[in-house]
């Protein structure tokens, strides 16, 4: 079965935690969606609601070939922004190669949006994304990270091991870097989590401790941009 990789699904449940557990199957033609609510959402590290809950939901079309899109929000903080709410719109191929096609992969394109701002943080940002057994690499690449005409890299290692039946650990490690990385915090950085998952009744649950290796001339604890480290939680149901 083909999967997609679902960057900013994956972004809610614990800045990076889950992997396999948060892979949509693409065997058949259809329509899915996911409504979700967490204490943060955090965004590679960095609060997108400057430390407030958020109530997020997706929409996707999957097709046999390969081929998906769909949509993606979340309320942030508005004084971050200029705007109430982030939504996400991507697309892109998923396939499979190797013996019995043991090495998956997805290619997606996402276009991040605040509506009621103008388009002065508005971009596109490319990835890759591969999945071995229970592993998952991608690379994210952007050259015009804010709107800003500068490049911004990010390469995320995500692993989830199911330790008993329906219960995970999961653990993620991304590297923030090139001008992007610069430009908001004159570095660049590492974000990780380590947590655990499961579902109830069709409800995905996840507690993780999220938090990066920011120097404490860049910590921020209150408000816009939050990134000290914290603890995230996560309900989810998917349909």
């Known amino acids: 079965m083909y999967k997609k990789f679902n960057k900013k699904r994956i972004a809610q449940l614990a800045g990076l935690t889950l992997?396999?557990?948060?892979?949509?199957?693409?065997?058949?033609?259809?329509v899915s969606g996911e409504i979700g609510v967490t204490n943060d959402y955090r965004?590679?590290?960095?609060?997108?609601?400057?430390?407030?809950?958020?109530v997020q939901a997706s929409i996707d079309y999957s097709m046999e070939s390969g081929f998906f899109i769909g949509a993606w929000g979340s309320n942030v903080d508005e004084e971050s922004y200029d705007a109430d709410v982030e939504v996400d719109i991507y697309a892109g191929y998923a396939g499979a190669f190797g013996e019995d096609d043991a090495v998956e992969?997805?290619?997606t394109l996402t276009y991040y949006t605040y509506p009621g701002q103008d388009e002065s943080t508005k971009y596109l940002e490319a990835s890759l994304g591969f999945y071995f057994?229970?592993?998952?690499?991608?690379?994210?690449?952007t050259n015009d990270y804010a709107n800003a005409d500068v490049a911004m890299h990010y390469s995320e290692l995500n692993y989830s091991y199911e330790f008993v039946e329906n219960w995970s650990?999961?653990?993620?490690?991304?590297?923030?870097?090139?001008?992007g990385a610069d430009l908001d915090w004159g570095e660049n950085y590492v974000d990780y989590s380590i947590g655990v998952s499961t579902e109830i009744g069709g409800v995905g649950l996840s507690l993780a401790w999220l938090d990066t290796n920011l120097s404490s001339d860049n910590e921020i604890k209150d408000g816009p941009w939050k990134n000290e480290g914290t603890i995230l939680a996560t309900a989810s149901y998917a349909f």
């Not at 057994?133 to 690449?141: K, N």
Request: proline residues 2%.
């Open 43 to 54: 965004f590679r590290g960095i609060s997108q609601t400057a430390g407030d809950f958020a």
């Open 169 to 179: 650990i999961d653990a993620h490690v991304g590297y923030n870097y090139g001008d």
């Open 133 to 141: 057994a229970d592993f998952h690499f991608a690379q994210w690449y």
């Open 19 to 30: 992997a396999t557990a948060l892979i949509t199957p693409l065997a058949q033609a259809e």
């Open 105 to 107: 992969y997805d290619f």
